[in-house]
């Protein structure tokens, strides 16, 4: 699959973004993610991080991304 494939619009967008990006659910498992995002993973590809949790590449796990989680509610 295709990172953050669709139709264009905002998928394009986000796909064509230097910057990485990842699409999480409410426990912060990634569903999606752009190119960039896969990069910085060091994942060869999408399917090797959707599924998995973003604390996996955000700092210190459980630490530096329950802080940025407070700062989201």
Request: proline residues 4%; negative net charge.
């Amino acid at each position: 699959a295709e990172p953050l494939s669709g139709d264009g619009g905002l998928a394009a967008v986000v796909e064509r973004m230097p910057d990485a990006f990842a699409l999480t659910d409410d426990s912060f498992t990634v569903l999606t993610a752009n190119a960039a995002f896969i990069e910085l993973a060091e994942a060869a590809s999408l399917e090797r991080v959707r599924g998995q949790s973003l604390a996996n590449w955000f700092g210190r796990p459980g630490i530096d991304l329950e802080l940025v989680a407070g700062q989201l509610r």
